[in-house]
């Protein structure tokens, strides 16, 4: 047995190190380390409770977005109050807008570039991989990132600016679109569209989105031009690779439910999805704890929910070795990422998919990219619905005291955030991240989180220092370290 300690991981958002034992050219057991603590949990403490919708979007420089509106949707709890219908689908079309930018980044510049390098030279698709993926010289890459510069202008109009927007607030928006504006945005998203459809997808995207099967998607590919769309490149070294096969996960799903209409609905749906015997529950929040056995913090009293959470480092503690929490539903690992949220959604091809092979590396970046294809014609609808003879946002007064819990979906899966106000300040104030969830350490039973139990099992050659296999399985759920912990 040999240890390998990888890190830190270029193209992720944040410090990371991953503790490999290898025996047999496989991994035998993996330790995920978040190396850095930031304190934001404790920097909030005291502060008037309004407060952390300034502090809380400067946790990520890339889903802030999501920090605001988790923190929006605590502070309107305490309210007891709901933003109007434009204060909703602004805030839809702005958080929309970052994690279809997040998904567009994750893909072109983070995941498929580590296939451009020297190790899948004699592969068939090798040659057409560095020409639109390399990095900072591939074709489609830099085609990618200038259609990414354009669509970040959405939020220039419907915020102000990003990152760290400030104009989300708990009973709605800040920030009016009039009607001129209003056609400008929708004119941006049709250049959005127009980009996925010739170059990501080559198709329209109410194709890609109504795919209903694995058949139906082989079908597509094998009707689909060979040397157009970036979705069939993927689809070849992902069957090739056998990338369904790699970084399996726990089986156990969770969504927060995505993008909410003035009705109760929901874009995408909310709950617990168990493949292992095929069945959707409802999410219950008292079912989720934070276990501290193995992180540089205090763990006395044992697993809390995050409502009762300490966030208090302890920096020389025996058998630790991160400063992230476990968290748990009910004591069990789970999953969360847009996979997730097409599972718990019910999105007939991601459910037939994860059937056949569960959650995968191949998985996990197919439903990434599915919605980019479902999300972009609901934001087109979105802009067309706003009312510009109707309120923004509605008047409500913050409680004095209160408990109150703000949950919601970044593009990495289910974000939380939990506030306890006294005497109108922040008493305490506990967040639980997507890659708090996937990269969680062992619990007080020795359990390994989500990521820790996927690299188990994977491929490591002679001499590699940094496994090409393990790389891949790491950016399938695309870590954002800095969220992580706090």
Known sequence: MSRLIVGPFNRVEGDLEVHLDVADGQVKSAHVNATMYRGFEQILLGKHASDALVYVPRICGICSVAQSVA??????????????????????????????????????????????????????????????????????????????????????????????????????????????????????????????????????????GTLDSEAALQSWYDTAAPEHGDLRLFLTLAWQGRLDQLGVGPGLYMANGSYPDADGGLLFGRGVWDAKVSALTALNPADITEDATHAWLSDAGGARHPADGVTLPDADKAHAYTWNKAPRLAGRVLETGALARQVVNGHPLIRDVVGRCGSTVYTRVLGRLLELALVVPAMEQWVKSLQSDSPYFVAAELPDEAHCVGMTEAARGSLGHWMTIRHGKIANYQIIAPTSWNFSPRDSAGVPGALEAALIGAAVEDGELTPLTVQHIVRSFDPCMVCTVH
């Open 71 to 208: 923190a929006s949707r605590a502070l309107a709890n305490a309210m007891e109050v709901t933003p109007p219908a434009n204060g909703l689908l602004v805030t839809n079309l702005m958080l929309a807008t970052e994690n279809l930018a997040d998904h567009l980044t994750h893909f072109y510049l983070f995941f498929m570039p580590d296939f451009a390098r020297e190790a899948y030279a004699k592969q068939s698709w090798f040659a057409a991989v560095v020409e639109r993926f390399s990095a900072q010289q591939g074709q489609h890459a830099r085609t990618a990132l200038a259609a990414r510069q354009r669509w970040f202008t959405l939020l220039g109009t419907l915020g102000g600016k990003w990152p760290h927007t400030h104009s989300i607030l708990p009973a709605g928006s800040s920030r009016a679109v009039d009607v001129a504006e209003q056609v400008r945005l929708l004119g941006r998203i049709r250049e959005f569209r127009a980009f996925l459809e010739k170059t990501l997808f080559a198709a329209p995207l109410e194709v890609i």
